[in-house]
């Protein structure tokens, strides 16, 4: 087939019966499938071609169509196929509850070089499983394809109309497909009992699969590999670095001194073992452990706190039915990592990490880089205070020997980092040291009730007062500080109304974006870089989640929804973002051990998605090794478009155990165990 040709309309022919039907216009859409390294940066391997046909009327949907293509087989059918799945027509694959306030698809189509397609259908159709009519509906248009996705860069997130079919007042449980008539079928999806929980339990087995020191296979998993680092292992060799995670590139780079991600880790090289440094979290690709994981386990430990039923959810882990549930399970495999980090005097080490990135061909158990463990630091020690004492509030009704460990690991860690802070100097990021101070004190005030813990949020916390800020790119973030805050509740009256106001005012910014984004991702403002997750995993869905947990009122409820719905196939490709859900899901996350040891990915891991094609100066080198493969030019791509599910298109099938899996776990299971009403 002649590649270069492929857009012309000469190339091709369409008959219905022996009537030869003129092709007025063909469109083309290129991009990568699954690439092979060649070299050390090149690659070579499939390129994936669809073609759009505009003909000079519509073709019947009855009989039977052939379409010849200069090269290519010929393709026969009906177009109005009940197994055909139109391209444009996006839903959420894993379905709804009966009472989500909110039921949606979207239908978008941008077809490459041809451009946008348009819609003429008014009304959409919702069929059951033998084709039957349960629903119809107005179709309404919900973007205009052109208005930026972003108040601060050019990102046209769809590039073609944008329009929505809402079918909220359908709740009988069912088996479902939209149809537009003369178009075709969405992919199926399911009104029951509760579809959320599934995703959840497909995240929350995520985190299991990125352990390190963990052997994988029957009877907890199909994937199989050795164990990375295991303990005791004599050829494991983890050296202590002078150079705290907060200085690193890889942490805050707190005194601005790293030029990368590693140089001051290995300028701060010893010769000293640490042998307590296993376990933790894969940090996707890499093998580095690193604090900001446990966010997945804080995470865990609050839907433990706040919902019975995520206590019930088995997800086939070592320690499973062992008395303690399974999601508390899997958040200590993150905390006691630190824990056993922790050195005398309480200070925490913010995890390991390679003197570079993994050497091409190493699985994680192969490695033969040198690894280094942190030096003990207040923002990690903080971090892990807050994560520790959460689990010691969760386990103290359930194994109160253990709870009164990690009380007293969590008190010694935050004391350790108040004293050391006094004499630290030249923080240029110390925002992030001060709001990990104060996601501390709220959880250890909870756990302790000691009044010192007051004293420090009312010190730091930027969300009280007369000009409250609760979060600002380099400044300020302590949205999970508030939030933690209204839900233990154990704060004094004036912290917790702060706290809500600040988290409803963001709550509500949220919403805005939803309403006004191509496939209404929610962030808490219009400012938002596109791509690296913050789409699969919104960055206002924890705020919604907050507000409507506080308020009761369904439009937060109907925003979380609708946001969350990206990930799981209301997108432009069509795709749901983490592996081994729905009936479209990423294949190719860029995990190197599955890839090396020839086995497909497993569940539970959800990838960044679209990585925006007008920022070369940050996005360049992802989107170049892509390039021979893409047509039209970058240029002419919708941000939203550029998700190519290949192992090696880097930066979209990339992931991070906090963000977006911890996100993305932590608003399904809202969605999944929440009640009938808030449950305030």
């Known amino acids: 087939w002649n590649v270069d040709r492929g857009d012309d309309p000469g190339e091709v022919q369409i008959r219905v019966g022996n009537r030869l039907v003129q092709v007025q216009e063909v469109g083309r859409k290129s991009f990568p499938g699954e690439l092979g390294r060649i070299g050390p940066w090149e690659f070579d391997g499939e390129q994936v071609h669809r073609l759009y046909l505009r003909t000079a009327a519509p073709l019947p949907l009855d009989q039977e169509v052939s379409i010849w293509v200069q090269g290519l087989p010929t393709v026969r059918g009906r177009l109005g196929d009940p197994a055909r799945r139109v391209e444009g027509l996006r839903i959420n694959q894993l379905g709804f509850r009966p009472d989500d306030p909110d039921k949606s698809a979207l239908f978008s189509l941008w ?32 973007h205009d394809g052109v208005r930026s996705d972003s108040e601060n860069y050019d990102d046209p997130g769809a590039g073609a109309p944008v329009f929505l079919l809402d079918f909220t007042r359908l709740e009988k449980p069912g088996r479902y497909r939209i149809r537009l008539a003369g178009i075709g079928l969405s992919e199926p999806f399911t009104i029951g009992e509760n579809p959320w929980r599934e995703a959840f339990a497909v995240g929350a087995k995520g985190f299991f699969y990125q352990r390190n020191a963990q052997e994988f296979g029957p009877p907890f998993s199909r994937y199989r590999a050795p164990a990375s680092f295991p303990p005791n292992d004599p050829a494991i060799r ?43 979290y894969k940090d996707a690709g890499d093998w580095d452990t690193r604090v900001q994981h446990l966010l997945a386990s804080r995470n865990l430990v609050r839907l433990s706190l706040r919902f019975p039923a995520a206590d019930e959810v088995r997800l086939n882990i070592p320690g499973s039915g062992q008395g303690v549930p399974d999601i508390l399970v899997e958040a200590a495999w993150a905390i006691d990592h630190h824990r056993r980090m922790q050195n005398a005097e309480g200070g925490v080490r913010g995890g390991y990490e390679m003197n570079e990135h993994p050497l091409s061909g190493e699985t994680s158990w192969q490695n033969s880089l040198q690894i280094f463990a942190y030096a003990p630091d207040p923002w990690s020690s903080r971090l892990y205070a807050a994560s520790a004492g959460l689990l010691a509030l969760r386990l103290q009704s359930i194994d109160p020997i253990r709870a009164a460990g990690y009380r007293d690991s969590a008190l010694r860690a935050y004391d350790w980092a108040d004293r050391t802070m006094e004499g630290l100097t030249r923080l240029e990021r110390a925002h992030g040291i001060r709001d990990s101070r104060v996601l501390a004190a ?17 010190r730091d916390a930027l969300f009280l007062g007369e000009s409250p800020k609760i979060r600002e790119w380099q400044v300020v973030d302590q949205t999970e500080a508030a939030e933690i805050a209204l839900q233990l509740k154990t704060l004094p009256d004036d912290i917790l109304a702060a706290a809500r106001r600040e988290v409803v005012k ?69 795709h749901v973002m983490t592996s081994g859900l729905g009936t479209r899901p990423v294949r190719f996350p860029f995990m190197i051990d599955p890839k090396l040891s020839a086995q497909s990915a497993p569940p539970g891991i959800t990838v960044y998605g679209a990585l925006s094609p007008r920022t070369p100066e940050i996005d360049g080198p992802w989107l170049k090794l892509a390039q021979p493969f893409v047509y039209p030019a970058y240029a002419q791509w919708p941000t939203r478009e550029v998700f190519f599910d290949s192992h090696w298109t880097i930066m979209m099938n990339e992931f991070t155990v906090d963000h977006p899996m911890a996100g993305v776990a932590w608003t399904w299971g809202h969605l999944a165990f929440r009640d009938r009403m808030a449950g305030r």
């Open 238 to 280: 983890i050296r202590h670095s002078t150079t705290m995670l907060m200085d690193s590139g890889n942490g805050l780079n707190a005194q601005g001194t790293d030029t990368g991600n590693f140089e001051n880790l290995v300028k701060g090289a010893t010769d000293e073992h640490v042998p307590e440094a296993w376990g933790g």
């Open 506 to 574: 963001q709550a509500d910014s949220a919403l805005v974006q939803v309403g006004r984004t191509s496939f209404r991702w929610a962030q808490p403002d219009g400012f938002a870089y596109p791509g690296y997750g913050r789409e699969t995993d919104p960055g206002g869905s924890p705020s919604l989640i907050a507000a409507y947990w506080e308020t009761g009122e369904p439009q937060y409820l109907a925003g979380l929804i609708r946001s969350a719905g990206y990930g799981l196939g209301i997108n432009p490709t069509g």
């Open 442 to 458: 709220v959880v250890l005030h909870a756990l302790t009730g000691q009044e010192r813990f007051v004293e420090a949020v009312r």
């Open 111 to 142: 077809m490459g070089s041809l451009g946008p397609a348009r819609l003429e259908s008014p009304t959409f159709d919702v069929v059951d499983e033998q084709g039957g009519l349960v629903f119809s509906g107005p179709i309404t248009e919900h």
